[in-house]
């Protein structure tokens, strides 16, 4: 009931409309200090996650080795790539959610970039930004309802249709699906 209420009523994309474009701010402002900046370098970022992962207190074993592994065999000699793909996530996450379009696709990505954040052991906003996030995926379509995404759904519904081999149509009757 809950979630039929999120997904479909008009209210609740008005208040989800409000949350994309305040969360959407946050990731575009975020991203876009890093790339009209100084120069973006995680390097340091990156060897200090290494340095100190989130240990247990308890048994002193770092929690997340596996994703520990991944920064110093992957994301370390990748630095390169990384300054790139991180100040440009975050501008398209935050873009994606203003405009309202591929709003869930930019909730999911602007979370797992909150989540790697967070495994790196960076608080800092990252559980508020991930907490909106989850609502706004929650909220799914209706999140973007009052956005591109009363357009563009419509168009990759008849896309995906054409693909899977499903009975194709009209803008129009996708949107009723």
Do not use: C
Request: proline share 4%.
């Amino acid at each position: 009931m809950v979630f039929k209420f999120l997904r479909e009523n008009v209210w609740a994309a008005a208040a989800f409309t409000l949350l994309r474009i305040y969360l959407g701010w946050q990731w575009l402002e975020a991203g876009w200090h890093k790339l009209t900046g100084e120069g973006f370098d995680a390097s340091g970022f990156l060897k200090k996650a290494i340095e100190s992962p989130v240990m247990d207190k308890a048994t002193n074993e770092a929690i997340y080795p596996t994703y520990t592994g991944f920064l110093e065999h992957f994301a370390l000699p990748s630095v390169k790539l990384i300054n790139f793909l991180i100040p440009v996530g975050e501008f398209l996450v935050g873009l994606g959610l203003i405009v309202g379009g591929l709003t869930a696709a930019a909730a999911f990505f602007g979370l797992m970039m909150n989540f790697l954040f967070l495994f790196a052991g960076t608080v800092s906003t990252n559980p508020w930004l991930t907490l909106l996030g989850i609502l706004v995926l929650v909220g799914g379509a209706n999140a973007g309802k009052f956005g591109l995404d009363y357009f563009l759904l419509p168009w990759i519904r008849i896309g995906w249709k054409k693909l899977t081999g499903g009975k194709g149509g009209t803008p129009t009757d996708a949107r009723t699906v």
